[in-house]
């Protein structure tokens, strides 16, 4: 999931987000949107109920990194909802001499990841003996979870799993130049499961609002997977049985209801995407929605 670097209570994060993916509600700059949002937990905070809720209780990290994440939600979960021929349907071909990068936010122990890149390229090797030029980079808070994903990954030439926050202004260097390495100024696919959902209660509806935009800005189409308002009084219902506070923000959220349809609205007023196709729902109601970029 993503990582939120934090300094202290009175912190401001800084959410850059370049114009190719148009502003948040009407606010713009020439290089992109710097948003700050204050009373975040300070840093000592956020490493305590990371390290306490991976003891506890394997199923509450207050932040989304759940330890054993695969055992409860199996990547055939999602992968019995995405066609085979979706790197096909985006306009990329086995034949095609050009390189093709795909990025997944969120990607915990790497298990779906794997899973999505072994998925799409049955499609492939069907028409292709090779899949030389297609990479994958996937991204998580966590440097435990990315570790684990970094031992068990069988295709370390051609996926690499890096703890990274996008939210952050440093990380943006750093994926501009994993896409230069490649020539390219976008990832072709922006994968993004379960991961808005700990933005929004940790850090509030403008940071839901900023990683749909930061998202947005670095891919030509993006596969997102929003959780569901029930799952919002779940997690919480989790830290309340465990005895600690809600999150900061839980009970000052505006943005509530039907999630997949606020970021959709997002999306495409601001982003310059539009719906592509919905995939249907998950075992767990999730819509699996994939934008394009206009």
């Given at each position: 999931?993503?990582?939120?670097?934090?300094?202290?209570?009175?912190?401001?994060?800084?959410?850059?987000?370049?114009?190719?993916?148009?502003?948040?509600?009407?606010?713009s700059?020439?290089?992109g949107?710097?948003?700050?949002?204050?009373?975040?937990?300070?840093?000592?905070?956020?490493?305590?109920?990371?390290?306490?809720?991976?003891?506890?209780?394997?199923?509450?990290?207050?932040?989304?990194?759940?330890?054993?994440?695969?055992?409860?939600?199996?990547p055939?979960?999602?992968?019995?909802?995405?066609?085979?021929?979706?790197?096909k349907?985006?306009?990329?071909h086995?034949d095609?001499?050009?390189?093709?990068l795909?990025l997944?936010?969120?990607?915990?122990?790497?298990?779906?990841?794997?899973?999505?890149?072994?998925h799409l390229?049955?499609?492939?090797?069907?028409?292709?003996?090779?899949?030389k030029?297609?990479?994958?980079?996937?991204?998580?808070?966590?440097?435990?979870?990315?570790?684990?994903?970094?031992?068990?990954?069988?295709?370390?030439?051609?996926?690499?799993?890096?703890?990274?926050?996008?939210?952050?202004?440093?990380?943006?260097?750093?994926?501009?130049?994993?896409?230069?390495?490649?020539?390219?100024?976008h990832?072709?696919?922006?994968?993004?499961?379960?991961?808005?959902?700990?933005v929004?209660?940790n850090?509030?509806?403008?940071?839901?609002?900023?990683?749909?935009?930061?998202?947005?800005?670095?891919?030509?189409?993006?596969?997102?997977?929003?959780?569901?308002w029930?799952?919002?009084?779940?997690?919480?219902?989790?830290?309340?049985?465990?005895?600690?506070?809600?999150?900061?923000?839980?009970?000052?959220l505006?943005?509530?209801?039907?999630?997949?349809?606020?970021?959709?609205?997002?999306?495409?007023?601001?982003?310059?995407?539009?719906?592509?196709?919905?995939?249907?729902?998950?075992?767990?109601?999730?819509?699996?929605?994939?934008?394009?970029?206009?």
């Open positions: 999931m993503i990582n939120y670097t934090l300094t202290n209570d009175k912190f401001r994060i800084f959410f850059l987000i370049h114009c190719s993916a148009g502003n948040i509600h009407g606010i700059e020439p290089e949107i710097i948003l700050m949002m204050d009373k975040m937990a300070s840093a000592s905070k956020h490493v305590r109920l990371h390290n306490l809720a991976k003891k506890e209780d394997p199923g509450s990290a207050p932040y989304g990194n759940f330890i054993n994440y695969y055992t409860f939600n199996p055939e979960n999602r992968l019995s909802l995405i066609p085979t021929t979706l790197l349907d985006i306009g990329c086995p095609s001499s050009g390189t093709v795909m997944d936010v969120g990607c915990n122990t790497g298990d779906l990841s794997i899973a999505l890149y072994k390229f049955q499609e492939w090797r069907s028409e292709s003996n090779s899949s030029n297609v990479y994958l980079l996937g991204l998580d808070l966590d440097q435990d979870l990315i570790l684990r994903a970094q031992d068990s990954n069988p295709f370390p030439q051609k996926i690499q799993f890096l703890s990274l926050d996008i939210t952050q202004l440093d990380s943006q260097a750093k994926l501009i130049s994993y896409l230069e390495k490649f020539g390219r100024r990832f072709h696919l922006c994968t993004c499961f379960a991961v808005t959902m700990w929004h209660l850090h509030g509806d403008t940071a839901f609002f900023a990683l749909l935009s930061q998202l947005a800005s670095l891919c030509e189409y993006l596969l997102l997977e929003v959780q569901p029930k799952c919002y009084r779940s997690a919480a219902r989790r830290l309340r049985k465990l005895g600690r506070n809600d999150f900061d923000h839980f009970k000052m505006a943005v509530r209801g039907d999630m997949a349809a606020h970021a959709k609205e997002h999306l495409e007023k601001w982003c310059s995407m539009e719906l592509a196709q919905s995939f249907g729902s998950t075992s767990w109601d999730r819509s699996l929605m994939l934008f394009k970029r206009r």
